[in-house]
């Protein structure tokens, strides 16, 4: 590991502090690295020291690079400054790619409470958007956010196709930063079939960070289960990003979208009822239509086509497809087709 | 233990299974137990045998008393039937309390999908209410509800200030029971400050109940901290039951609602700003205030006082009294003296 | 579930408690389940219920059916009594076998304290085997077992190369059963190359049995990994007997040996330094010799092939093979060959 | 955090790489760290990156500085070049243990595979013991041991009562370093009553270090649970050097030793039977005897007091007197008195 600290803008006092590991050698079929981006929180007034290394430390042991981002705060903090910090930190890593191994498509932000309105603001407003985005006990409703500082933006009002899955946690007794931030957010992503993980814990004070005792004084009442969200959060990664395989990362099993409903154009990653639904999907289906029906049993003797389709009508097009053995060739080319049919 | 098997309508084929636990002799200390409440899904069709004695098992390993509810389905689970039958079973766990050594103010209804419809519709529709509800994948929204259904309700919009608190988990990809639910469910707890902890797993499919293969297909695609739920859920019961001491259970951490702002009465469990916000309140506390002036530094030298009080409004008084010192005979008279004036 | 109390013994009050799950049906591709039988401790005085009922949960959230045996104790504990009482349990088993569901080659015995001891007995004297033992604090010294019983006999010395394979745990500062009792153990079990799991953890009294607050007082100081011996344990069972598969268990990853050194007749499964030092498998083995040296890059350009097959000694013979790529059928042949060859 | 690599030795390539964490400010009460110092292994041929950093960062996630010791190798190895390096290490950490702000006296070694040789090295024959030793898959059977270099000390035969508490894990199937290399150990750690914990997993490779995939190949088998040595080994040190507290650490949980009977004097924490089987400690306890056959009360009516004792023996004395609530100036008198009387 070597670090370096760079120095963003020296008037606001920004820095980027890059953790990066080795690759190559014993590292056998790692030649670059994802990395995770840690923005620290501290309400816009300063950075905590508690939410930027030990959080670091613990991604970094699961072969990620870590890079911290201090951004403008205190008078320096009037928005946008902070996201173009971000701006910032995201363009320098992807100028060293290189030189330090990053693989610059899989960067995650790490941002809690305050920096988790900066993370979150990256992951819907941002020019660079992350691949990922850990929000722990976030600032994101408008409300909340005006609390911190003036022209603080909403982040769900911003949620839109291109934002990245979030992992979202917090407990529900923060009485700095409410729960309800979170629970905003989950509706603002649902709208877009976004990917999310969510772990709102029954109790715990706002700020908690990593959980141990080392960060979080041992008197706070405070769930055992609290501290899990880093475990779960880099397990999560690695379903979106792939495990470390023989040569790189693995397939990931998780897709940034549960379906394409929210995108411009049909495809086999379309619901069922939202493909159904449109004639001219129909159309260009009715062979493969014709065909599943003589592989599909109803659950029931009443049921028809028509109401086994509604029933599944939740489910991607392509799951049902595969689950009932129609060949990759043809999945091919039938998601070709629908790929010309607006999404309307 | 011994098992009963009660059946509570031979036509309707409704039984409720008790599976009861020793007390006393080695069982130190344990002279009842709490209990558990399970309600297996089925789309209100059936009801499922992977989501009945393999959850009850978990719990009982837990200390818990394990009960299971086969309620009416297919034909006879026209609304409100199942709910009936749920309050026939507590009526009958009631009856036999004594024989069973069962805790009847600590019993928790687990219901998932259906179930989970059912166990939500007993925490805040029941006569009976069940003194916490673990919810899994469930059925909660009148759109999802009438699906499975006619004439189902919505559980978000009955939840009211007497609903007991809640532990929801589901998975992001769900696409027979849309995670929505579980959504909707967390925006109506919020409203009325109820206690909750919510689990959303990224990925994996309904109807996972344990999580274990020996109900789940290997095959499936699922996240291995999917399972965690039922560890979460039962750490999450000891601390809103109390967890076993050495003379019966100890003293809870976890109060069923967050803050008292959704009651009729003030009381010192309210947030800083619902009182403060009340005139009569305010000067109920004068003499209070101006002993606190004089304890509270604030966070910056321009803040005031009111400053202060604003930034720590979503805090409970009771909160900032302990930690400022305040004793407790001078808390239970302030209580006593909110506990006259209106919450309004 | 259902439940049946089956007397072994009147005069002596042993029973056998069998606690039988459901199979087909909704639990798809199950149509018989392996099972534990449950041995409490006490001294062979008493059989303890905190380590009965419990334990069994444990595992039928697992999916195997639970067996409890309350064996011979008091007045009629004089050895070989107890493990008569086991004999016969498992011959009850066995008859009931096909109406019961049970997997009678994968049924593992799980004792505590004493009933470690005769848990031990039964994996190394009985006439009956058990697939494998998980032996919790148990008493396995000779010297240990005389002070519960006159002719106690020691396990360690007892152990052949029929023993099963053993999960032990317990910890360290036991002052009832000391932990000398385990690591002798394991000494025995390694002079036979059998398989095992064991943990030992720093500290925590004698007879904690499942961890939870509900069998052990809160007050105790016992370290909270000391839980986990029982999700240990179930993920050490799956290893060994298979994990639940689409049709029945899965393919096991453990086998009972570590090698077949301890076994009258070679092997491929034979450790290569045991092989390669047996003149008549070297002759066997000439051809596939030779064309193992020409795949083999020795790790240094100085070692010879007979350095190689020296630094590799430990390894077993098929594990080399496969990872060089020698096909199947050989395989066969070679293992045929090599088990007409004496282990001398 | 900031780093620093101090050459030890240019010619043999020896070097310290000190990874110091900040203190004070955010990190309230923390004026100083505890520390651990990774030792890789690599057959005294090399040191193995995968076993150097990634396991720093977890334990500097959990509050503790970490330093690598890369030590000479390969013709350099020669004994005891290693354990010369290693003592020039700890006294460099010495040096600056102010700068640094390092409590040198809560300083464990880690080793692995041939670094868990030089640590066990350490642990038995350093001048400068470390408080702890956890030692991975470790050689340390001197067979083992004189396999990788010529004149490699055995160390269970170095263990003395000045042995730190020692962690050991490693695989039942290790088939470079049987694990036979750790049961040895505890024998030896047993004749001097030697705090220690002990996980072995029933199977996996060697060298697997943290068990993350970014160290280890995805297509080995190894068990979920051979992970968790980390978690339990952090666990373990907090229960040995205590965890933090708002002062600092808390009052450790776990002593050095099980109790002192290998000790040259008495004391309160020697063993019942220990004490009681010395004419001289029976006479100065002999009116604390007196209270005690009063206060306690035998298992069965048939007992003596005399067989109390030995029922007990394994107990300490401390223990005893506290449970059964003789006052600590009490205690402190005795254990004076018994410090003076030779332990034979």
């Known amino acids: 590991m070597h670090q370096e600290i760079i120095t963003l803008s020296e008037e606001r006092n920004v820095t980027l502090t890059a953790m990066i590991q080795g690759v190559g050698g014993e590292f056998r079929g790692i030649s670059a690295r994802p990395a995770v981006l840690v923005i620290p929180g501290g309400g816009y007034q300063f950075c905590s020291d508690r939410e930027a290394d030990p959080v670091a430390f613990a991604f970094m042991k699961a072969g990620y690079h870590a890079f911290i981002l201090r951004y403008s705060v205190g008078e320096y903090s009037k928005w946008p400054q902070p996201l173009k910090d971000y701006e910032q930190a995201m363009e320098c890593i992807s100028d060293k790619a290189e030189e330090w191994h990053v693989m610059t498509d899989k960067i995650a932000v790490i941002g809690f409470s305050a920096g988790g309105h900066l993370a979150g603001a990256a992951a819907t407003m941002g020019r660079r958007r992350p691949a990922a985005a850990i929000l722990g006990y976030p600032v994101l409703r408008r409300e909340t956010a005006l609390e911190i500082g003036q022209n603080m933006p909403g982040i769900p009002e911003h949620v839109d196709e291109n934002t990245c899955p979030c992992f979202l946690f917090g407990t529900r007794t923060d009485s700095v930063v409410p729960v309800q931030n979170i629970v905003d957010m989950l509706n603002a992503l649902g709208r877009f079939h976004t990917t999310y993980e969510c772990h709102i814990y029954a109790y715990g004070p706002h700020g908690f960070a990593t959980g141990d005792h080392s960060v979080q004084s041992c008197e706070t009442l405070f769930p055992e289960r609290g501290a899990r969200w880093i475990d779960d959060s880099i397990s999560w990664l690695h379903d979106l990003f792939g495990d470390w395989g023989n040569e ?50 109803p659950f029931t003797p009443e049921m028809t086509f028509d109401d086994m389709m509604q029933a599944l009508g939740k489910m991607t097009l392509r799951d049902l497809l595969v689950e009932r053995g129609i060949d990759t060739d043809k999945l091919d080319e039938l998601n070709e087709a629908l790929g010309k049919i607006p999404n309307i």
Chains 1, 2, 3, 4 share one sequence.
Do not use: Q
């Open 248 to 297: 790189g990362l693995t397939r990931p099993v998780l897709r940034p979208h549960v379906n394409d409903d929210a995108l411009a154009w049909l495809s086999l990653d379309c619901s069922i009822s939202r493909i159904y639904g449109n004639p001219k999907a129909r159309e260009t289906l009715s062979e493969t239509i014709r065909k599943m029906k003589e592989r599909i049993t």
